[in-house]
C-alpha cells in the first residue's frame, strides 16, 4: 500500500485542519488506518485509529474529543478532523495501514506509512 497524506500547514491556536490520506496499490478496505504524529525532539505517538468499516474508532487521551478520524473505502481516503488546535498539535503527522484485526496504537503493528504531512499551531 502507498500512503499520501496532506492537508498539513499552519493555523492559529483553537483552529482547525483536516488531513487527508490518499491510499493506493492494495485494498484499502483490507487495513486498519491510523495516524500518529511526531513532535520536534520527540518521539513518534499515537494519535488514532479506525476499523475497516469505519465502525468503531480509537484516541489518544490527549486528542479525545477535539479529533476525529473517518474514512471512504471508496475513495480509498482516510480523514483527520482537527479542531480546537493548540500548539502542542504541532508536528508532522503519518497516515500507516495495518492488517492486525482490532485497532492497534503501536507503531511496529502497522505494515506502511506515508510520508508525513506537517501542521504547525501558533499560540
Known amino acids: 500500500v502507498q500512503l499520501q497524506a496532506s492537508g498539513g500547514g499552519l493555523v492559529q491556536a483553537g483552529g482547525s485542519l483536516r488531513l487527508s490520506c490518499v491510499a493506493s496499490?492494495?485494498?484499502?478496505?483490507?487495513?486498519?488506518m491510523g495516524w500518529f504524529r511526531q513532535a520536534p525532539g520527540k518521539e513518534r505517538e499515537f494519535v488514532t485509529a479506525?476499523?475497516?468499516?469505519?465502525?468503531?474508532?480509537n484516541y489518544a487521551d490527549s486528542v479525545k474529543g477535539r479529533f476525529t478520524i473517518s474514512r471512504d473505502n471508496a475513495k480509498n481516503t482516510v480523514y483527520l478532523q482537527m479542531n480546537s488546535l493548540r500548539p502542542e498539535d504541532t508536528a508532522v503527522y503519518y497516515c500507516?495501514?495495518?492488517?492486525?484485526?482490532?485497532?492497534?496504537?503501536?507503531?511496529?503493528?502497522?505494515?506502511?506509512w506515508g510520508q508525513g504531512t506537517l501542521v504547525t499551531v501558533s499560540s
Open positions: 496499490g492494495r485494498t484499502f478496505s483490507n487495513y486498519v
Open positions: 479506525i476499523t475497516r468499516s469505519g465502525s468503531r474508532t
Open positions: 500507516a495501514a495495518s492488517s492486525i484485526y482490532r485497532l492497534p496504537t503501536i507503531e511496529r503493528e502497522y505494515d506502511y
